[in-house]
């Protein structure tokens, strides 16, 4: 008997007029704006300019998405090239199916040119955009819930989710929210990088290395528990390779850098006042502004001097005795 279960939307899409409105779609563009709003404030934390990784990400985000959905596709290439599929499907990115290691490695791609543009080191802003870029995973998880998909084996724990859908082979029954588990290691992963970077001062791309080692680790087991098809090797589904052949990857960077090029990076952002994320431009623009005005204040001052000292000199001359 079902006493509590996690309900799944009627429907992952709402019709204004002509215009889909879709759950799926909802999701990754609020996690890409959080993603923004928190790697900017750490940016100017680290002595960056305000607007700077917004600019980056114009070239960040189009990558990523880009090789979110390559990934998925290549790794699922049966979905939209066997018999019976249709292959166009495989450009209809709003009905899901986007792979992070994809949009990670093709997101970087942009990001280093949106850095190389701007005279920037892409370590320095990956370590910025860390944390936002797991919370940004944890709010596109939940286009799962409205699509459906991408959940766990069969359960009857209280917070099991309950799919209604029957499209696509799936069974109607109670399933491990697999889309929860993982919305909530993100958060945790988030949590995890500010509090390391703030302990231990990450520097030269090793806040990003934390982030993608510990994320892989929480993928593993999520992964783990998925019923969805997918490629086998060795026993194991394909992206829990992949995530422990990332994990291991990180965590030889976190360590090799460390021993290469502790600590952190003095400037990050070339022009950029590091205590206000001006450019230096517009802090001797400031500067030039505050010394004219102490100029006239002196100048002002000079000129009250010498009207007293004519006051003074024109009553003495004229020999009158105030008593």
């Known amino acids: 008997m079902e006493l509590a279960y996690i309900p799944s939307p009627s429907r992952g899409v709402i019709h204004l007029g002509p215009i889909p409105l879709r759950g799926y779609a909802f999701c990754i563009i609020i996690g890409v704006f959080v993603a923004v709003w928190l790697g900017n404030k750490r940016w100017i934390a680290r002595g960056g300019r305000s607007g700077t990784v917004a600019d980056i990400a114009v070239w960040a985000v189009p990558f990523g998405l880009v090789g979110g959905r390559l990934y ?19 450009f209809k990115i709003w009905e899901g199916g986007l792979g992070i290691w994809g949009a990670i490695a093709l997101g970087a791609l942009g990001a280093w040119i949106g850095c190389r543009r701007r005279g920037i080191p892409l370590p320095a802003y990956a370590d910025a955009v860390a944390p936002g870029i797991a919370l940004a995973q944890a709010i596109g998880r939940w286009g799962n819930w409205f699509n459906q998909e991408l959940y766990g084996r069969e359960t009857d724990v209280p917070w099991a989710l309950k799919i209604t859908s029957s499209t ?10 697999t889309f929860l588990y993982e919305s909530l290691w993100c958060i945790g992963v988030a949590v995890l990088v500010i509090w390391a970077d703030r302990r231990f001062k990450l520097g030269h791309g090793r806040a990003f290395a934390l982030y993608v080692a510990s994320y892989c680790v929480g993928r593993f087991w999520v992964e783990y528990m998925r019923v969805d098809d997918a490629h086998h090797i060795l026993g194991l589904r394909l992206n829990n390779w992949t995530a422990l052949i990332v994990f291991l990857l990180a965590v030889a960077y976190i360590v090799i850098s460390a021993k290469k090029r502790p600590g952190r990076e003095a400037v990050v952002e070339p022009g950029a006042n590091p205590s206000t994320g001006e450019t230096e431009g517009d802090a001797d623009a400031d500067s030039a502004a505050e010394a004219k005005d102490e100029d006239a204040k002196g100048e002002a001052g000079e000129d009250v001097e010498e009207d007293v000292k004519e006051d003074v000199k024109d009553e003495a001359g004229s020999g009158t005795k105030k008593t």
């Open 168 to 177: 696509d082979g799936r069974v109607p029954g109670t399933y491990h929210p």
């Open 72 to 90: 998925h596709v290549i790794t699922d290439y049966e979905l939209y090239f066997s018999e019976g599929r249709d292959w166009v499907d495989a």
